[in-house]
């Protein structure tokens, strides 16, 4: 749209040279040119954030605008800032040993520090207790994470800080506590150049630390919750507690004491059945007994007459001598009702055992 500019040179002698100054002119616009070229640009600005759906800024091409603060461009891994301290996501332990280093390189003197100590012994432990860093005064040299032996400090990529309170700028060391994890995500090049030294260093300190001396303050909730759990973990299984048990044993000693006493009452039921057999069986018993005495007793009672009229055995029966088989049936008679009686018994016993039987 920029129509094309007239150059003129002219060529001019001085005592050090030739001096060739060229005149490009102005460019020549019509009327109006300027303010059609402007509001093509407009427009075409205009159509374009109309129509063009763009996820993220990184699609966009050539000149555009990122609409910060939602918007933000990627900063590079060596972007610095301020400092921030690391500790580790494990263990909470920090990273920083307070061997003042960065203290004393500090161009403008902004960092302050005070070293732990056992409160058993008093020593001096590699840990930091506090840790400060006047940040509206930092100058973001990056030389207190240059010369960290422990890569304890980093420069972070957060810039957004604007406060209206000047004290508010001087951080302590929560403050300026990050995990490592954070620093890795930002500076991933940079943390795995360093990080298999810096863990190693660190295990060696955590072993000189006693107990939470070391720990980030905003771990310590979360290391003494993970130790709880540990604990609970590895103890011994609770023994079952007396209430627990006492209705497993009351039931188990009320199923033994009805099984005694079922195993009673049949014992009982058994010994009363057998009372009634023996009864049974002993006036069986009995009624044969009387039965075989009545046949004595008949027999007895028939025996002296037979005996008397009986001759003796070598005498030869007469025709007068009554015969000897006259007492026959007397001893018949009473062997009859001897065996009547004890087949009496007999039955009546087969019929109290079929009873049982049934039962
Ligand atoms: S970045 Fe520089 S000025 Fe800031 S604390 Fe570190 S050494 Fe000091
Ligand atoms: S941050 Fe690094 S240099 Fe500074 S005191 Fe801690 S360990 Fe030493």
């Given at each position: 749209?920029?129509?094309?500019?007239?150059?003129?040179?002219?060529?001019?002698?001085?005592?050090?040279?030739?001096?060739?100054?060229?005149d490009?002119?102005?460019?020549?616009?019509r009327?109006?040119?300027?303010?059609?070229?402007g509001?093509?640009?407009?427009?075409?600005?205009?159509?374009?954030?109309?129509?063009?759906?763009?996820?993220?800024?990184?699609?966009?091409?050539?000149?555009?605008?990122?609409?910060?603060?939602?918007?933000?461009?990627?900063?590079?891994?060596?972007?610095?800032?301020?400092?921030?301290?690391?500790?580790?996501?494990?263990?909470?332990?920090?990273?920083?040993?307070?061997?003042?280093?960065?203290?004393?390189?500090?161009?403008?003197?902004?960092?302050?520090?005070?070293?732990?100590?056992?409160?058993?012994?008093?020593?001096?432990?590699?840990?930091?207790?506090?840790?400060?860093?006047?940040?509206?005064?930092?100058?973001?040299?990056?030389?207190?994470?240059?010369?960290?032996?422990?890569?304890?400090?980093?420069?972070?990529?957060?810039?957004?800080?604007?406060?209206?309170?000047?004290?508010?700028?001087?951080?302590?060391?929560?403050?300026?506590?990050?995990?490592?994890?954070?620093?890795?995500k930002?500076?991933?090049?940079?943390?795995?150049?360093?990080?298999?030294?810096?863990?190693?260093?660190?295990?060696?300190?955590?072993?000189?630390?006693?107990?939470?001396?070391?720990?980030?303050?905003?771990?310590?909730?979360?290391?003494?919750?993970?130790?709880?759990?540990?604990?609970?973990?590895?103890?011994?299984?609770?023994?079952?507690?007396?209430?627990?048990?006492?209705?497993?044993?009351?039931?188990?000693?009320?199923?033994?004491?009805?099984?005694?006493?079922?195993?009673?009452?049949?014992?009982?039921?058994?010994v009363a059945?057998?009372?009634?057999?023996?009864?049974?069986?002993?006036?069986?018993?009995l009624?044969?007994?009387?039965?075989?005495?009545?046949?004595?007793?008949?027999?007895?009672?028939?025996?002296?007459?037979?005996?008397?009229?009986?001759?003796?055995?070598?005498?030869?029966?007469?025709?007068?001598?009554?015969?000897?088989?006259?007492?026959?049936?007397?001893?018949?008679?009473?062997?009859?009702?001897?065996?009547?009686?004890?087949?009496?018994?007999?039955?009546?016993?087969?019929?109290?055992?079929?009873?049982?039987?049934?039962?």
């Amino acid at each position: 749209m920029i129509t094309e500019t007239e150059t003129e040179t002219t060529e001019t002698q001085t005592t050090r040279g030739k001096v060739y100054v060229i005149d490009r002119g102005r460019p020549k616009l019509r009327a109006g040119q300027g303010l059609l070229t402007g509001l093509d640009v407009v427009f075409r600005h205009f159509r374009d954030a109309l129509t063009r759906k763009l996820e993220k800024p990184s699609q966009q091409t050539g000149v555009f605008t990122v609409q910060y603060p939602e918007e933000r461009l990627k900063l590079p891994e060596a972007f610095r800032n301020f400092p921030i301290l690391l500790y580790d996501d494990e263990t909470g332990h920090e990273l920083c040993t307070s061997c003042f280093q960065c203290q004393r390189i500090c161009p403008p003197q902004v960092i302050h520090m005070t070293q732990a100590r056992d409160p058993a012994t008093g020593k001096a432990v590699p840990a930091v207790a506090e840790f400060l860093i006047e940040y509206d005064a930092c100058m973001s040299c990056g030389l207190c994470a240059e010369v960290c032996p422990f890569d304890a400090i980093k420069m972070d990529h957060e810039f957004e800080f604007s406060t209206d309170v000047h004290g508010g700028l001087t951080i302590n060391k929560a403050g300026l506590n990050r995990p490592i994890s954070y620093y890795e995500k930002i500076a991933p090049t940079f943390w795995a150049e360093v990080k298999d030294g810096a863990m190693k260093k660190l295990q060696g300190n955590m072993k000189r630390r006693p107990d939470l001396i070391g720990v980030a303050p905003q771990m310590i909730d979360t290391i003494k919750a993970k130790r709880a759990e540990v604990a609970v973990a590895q103890a011994p299984a609770p023994a079952p507690s007396a209430p627990d048990s006492a209705p497993t044993d009351k039931a188990a000693r009320l199923a033994a004491i009805r099984a005694a006493n079922a195993a009673r009452k049949d014992e009982a039921a058994n010994v009363a059945q057998t009372s009634d057999t023996t009864s049974d069986d002993k006036a069986a018993r009995l009624a044969a007994i009387r039965a075989a005495n009545a046949a004595k007793k008949a027999a007895a009672e028939g025996a002296p007459a037979s005996a008397s009229a009986a001759p003796p055995a070598h005498t030869a029966p007469t025709s007068d001598t009554p015969p000897a088989a006259s007492s026959t049936p007397d001893d018949k008679a009473a062997r009859l009702a001897a065996i009547r009686a004890a087949n009496a018994a007999k039955k009546a016993a087969a019929q109290k055992q079929d009873g049982n039987d049934d039962q």
